[in-house]
């Protein structure tokens, strides 16, 4: 992946607008290195991460590359065009690329709970598989727990990656990532799913499984009782057996989770932060960027999707407004008012976007960006995609 | 819709807001709740997801487990507002809530927080999470002589997930069903059902005019009625000004726009008519037909969902307090409050 030049510390000043200005992302110097093998495409709902991740999957498969998309929910429409409304959790080659540089494009859309499932099969003897898959709570927790989705993307990848490195398959994996509720769930997932397997509660119900039962206090009785009240035995004794099925299980999750987490940190891997220029959507890529940071995570760049496009024209937005003011005030020329409203309010809005956008480039230095225009129509076919590719890569 | 004074949704207690990511759920239930809050009433506005969203929004200090004044609320016609309170319900508090009120469990209830119980409870079972959750908005909206102190509220606006989860998130009764058929939880969640299923309740949808979210509004009002609830009205946000008539759209859409008479009218007007000006006013004008005549498409599809529909404006500087104000007046005038 590209290696973003150290800037120079420069001491800044009020007034040296330059360090408000994060340096430009260049997309396809990220898709064209070889050694990039995985693109994470993170960020809040709403903010056009599915097509981001799909269109740089494709930009990157005409650019020659073999390449394995791994979306989470797209909508229908993006789905049929590609040929993936089937769920079967397997990538399938879509077709209609263009250009002759041999590159090749897999499409998959994640199947949460089948990919729990198989995760289970392969861990567990088919006697104890059954048991677990038919158990109430797991049931629960594979296809609703706040973070399976998370986990489960995660998981997936690692599998397609384990794939490509086996088969000498795909060389590029790019992956879209569930519109978490916090932007940090889908990095904890995998942590939180074992040390919730690890806890403490887990080890109470499985303690008397475990043998002499010393180091069990007289809480035991207490928990256990006010359990009973609150959920009823029938709750509890599922719980227990779903909780000492999987608890053999545990050592695998555990595992695996850290190997994902570990394939997340590596060098080939390129994070990349989506967001819309709004607030809460920026506040929430401020939160990756910096957890991405901590985490020791390669973040590759910022890319800023459904951008008010500037004005064709360079009239002043108060001026534009006084004008208009006039204009309605002597009762004529409601057309060319409503030109100059129209024009103020984009002016405006452009000016708040930009606004927004160097905050965030103020207190996160040296981020990549690309910004991409608004685009007057939904995205639903591979010109759609591709389209919004060039974008990605002007920048 | 006409204007109309009287608003839509009378006997409503308990207002549910949903709707895809971006398209703005929170600042309309923001809205919703500044518009309820006049004439004296009070009304509570509920978060579920942990984001600290109304704190942001009204610029108060993030709120915690207990309900806060916030704000007064829009000014009724008689000249009188009244008072929105804020409330961030967070799965663990409800839990410890929940087990101090219901079962006395002063002690216990602190045991099961240290063996990790509450923690098991959140995270493991979303039924329970959800029951726990929406346990605690009902508590409030339904709030009676069991507790003498509390704010007794007018109405109480919930700020909900997004619309892809909206059905499960208050079918309760049917995330449960699974874990605990029997049971004190499973009962909590009927009582809870009881209220979101009666005429007191109202799901609101948000939405903004493009294919994606337009699409995923039709199919959770799909599924919230496949799962019997209340389905409300429909408040489209984010809507372009409307400037321009429909004829004078066509004329930008196909480059005819009377480009003698805009410059005469930016003469008139004292504007500079610098090179490129009308061009560029005309070019914007396209690209903003354009727009429009998407969004006509996507109205359309919206009218004929059937359901009462507010629209309002994409403010051009952005939400803030003043903003939410605004917002709310328009949607009294739209009879949504």
Redesign the interface.
């Known amino acids: 992946m590209t290696t973003t030049p150290r800037k120079p510390r420069l001491r800044v000043g009020p007034l040296a607008s330059t360090a408000l200005i994060a340096p430009v992302l260049d997309v396809d110097a990220v898709l064209d290195d070889r050694t990039t093998r995985i693109i994470v495409c993170c960020g809040?709902?709403?903010?056009g991460k599915t097509t981001t991740s799909a269109a740089l999957a494709l930009r990157a498969a005409e650019r020659g590359r073999h390449v394995i998309v791994l979306t989470i929910?797209p909508?229908?429409?993006l789905a049929q065009s590609m040929g993936i409304e089937a769920l079967d959790n397997t990538p399938r080659p879509v077709v209609g690329l263009e250009g002759d540089q041999g590159g090749r494009l897999d499409a998959m859309m994640l199947d949460m709970k089948r990919t729990f499932d198989e995760v289970v099969e392969s861990q567990a003897n088919p006697e104890k598989a059954r048991q677990i898959l038919d158990n109430?709570?797991y049931?629960?927790?594979s296809s609703?727990?706040?973070?399976t989705q998370e986990y489960m993307a995660m998981e997936k990848l690692g599998q397609l990656h384990r794939d490509a490195r086996r088969t000498g398959g795909a060389d590029l994996i790019v992956v879209d990532t569930p519109?978490s509720?916090?932007a940090l769930d889908f990095l904890d997932a995998p942590e939180?799913l074992s040390s919730?397997l690890d806890?403490?509660?887990?080890r109470?119900l499985t303690a008397p499984a475990r043998g002499p039962a010393r180091f069990m206090t007289a809480?035991l009785g207490?928990?256990t009782?006010?359990?009973n009240?609150?959920?009823?035995?029938?709750?509890l004794r599922?719980m227990q057996t779903f909780v000492a099925a999987l608890d053999t299980l545990f050592g695998g999750f555990r595992q695996r989770a850290q190997q994902t987490f570990e394939l997340l940190q590596a060098e080939g891997t390129a994070f990349l932060v989506v967001a819309?220029p709004?607030?809460?959507?920026l506040r929430e890529a401020a939160y990756f960027v910096e957890r991405l940071t901590e985490d020791e995570m390669p973040l590759a760049g910022l890319v800023v999707n459904r951008a008010t496009?500037p004005?064709?024209?360079?009239?002043d937005a108060d001026?534009?407004l006084a004008?208009?003011a006039?204009?309605t005030r002597?009762g004529?020329?409601?057309?060319?008012?409503?030109?100059?409203?129209?024009?103020?309010?984009?002016s405006?809005?452009v000016e708040?976007e930009r606004l927004l956008r160097e905050r965030f480039a103020a207190a996160h230095p040296g981020v990549p960006t690309a910004v991409v225009p608004a685009l007057?129509?939904?995205v639903?076919d591979l010109d759609g995609l591709r389209q919004v590719g060039a974008l990605l890569a002007e920048g | 819709m006409p204007p109309t004074n009287a608003p839509d949704w009378p006997r409503v207690q308990l207002h549910v807001v949903t709707g895809k990511g971006g398209t703005g759920k929170s600042t309309i239930a923001a809205a919703l709740a500044l518009a309820l809050a006049s004439h004296g009433r009070n009304v509570l506005l509920c978060e579920v997801e942990g984001r600290q969203g109304i704190a942001r929004m009204f610029d108060v200090d993030p709120l915690p487990y207990a309900e806060r004044r916030i704000a007064t609320g829009l000014t009724g016609p008689d000249g009188r507002a009244g008072s929105v309170y804020a409330l961030h319900i967070d799965p663990e508090s409800a839990l410890l809530e929940y087990l101090s009120m219901y079962y006395k469990l002063g002690r216990a209830g602190r045991a099961l927080d240290r063996f990790g119980v509450v923690e098991f409870a959140t995270t493991i079972a979303p039924g329970v999470r959800d029951v726990l959750l929406t346990g605690k908005v009902y508590e409030a909206a339904k709030r009676n002589r069991r507790n003498k102190d509390a704010i007794h509220y007018d109405s109480v606006v919930l700020d909900a997930p997004p619309t892809g989860r909206i059905a499960q998130f208050l079918n309760v009764n049917n995330e449960l069903a699974g874990l605990a058929k029997m049971g004190p939880i499973k009962s909590q969640a009927d009582t809870v059902m009881t209220l979101f299923r009666s005429p007191r309740t109202v799901v609101h949808l948000a939405t903004v005019l493009e294919e994606m979210p337009v699409q995923e509004t039709t199919d959770g009002i799909a599924d919230l009625r496949a799962a019997r609830l209340p389905v409300g009205g429909i408040v489209v946000n984010l809507v372009r000004p409307r400037d321009l008539s429909t004829e004078e759209l066509t004329a930008a859409r196909e480059g005819r726009l009377d480009r003698a008479r805009i410059e005469a009218d930016l003469l008139a007007a004292n504007v500079e008519l610098l090179p490129g000006l009308v061009d560029g006013l005309a070019a914007e004008a396209h690209d903003h037909a354009e727009r429009r005549a998407l969004e006509d498409s996507q109205r359309a599809l919206v009218e004929e969902l059937g359901l009462p529909t507010y629209e309002l404006p994409r403010l051009a500087g952005g939400v803030d307090l003043g903003g939410l104000y605004q917002l709310a007046a328009l949607l009294r005038e739209q009879g949504m409050a």
């Open positions: 809040s709902g709403g903010v929910d909508a229908r429409r109430p709570f049931i629960a927790l609703s727990f706040a973070g519109p509720r916090s939180r919730f806890g403490r509660f887990i109470l809480g207490v928990v009782n006010a359990l009240r609150i959920l009823g035995t029938q709750v599922d819309a709004e607030p809460d959507a496009q004005p064709e024209s360079d009239l001026e534009a004008a208009m006039r204009l002597h004529t020329g409601t057309l060319t008012a409503g030109l100059l409203r129209l024009h103020a309010d984009r405006r809005m708040r007057a129509t939904d639903h």
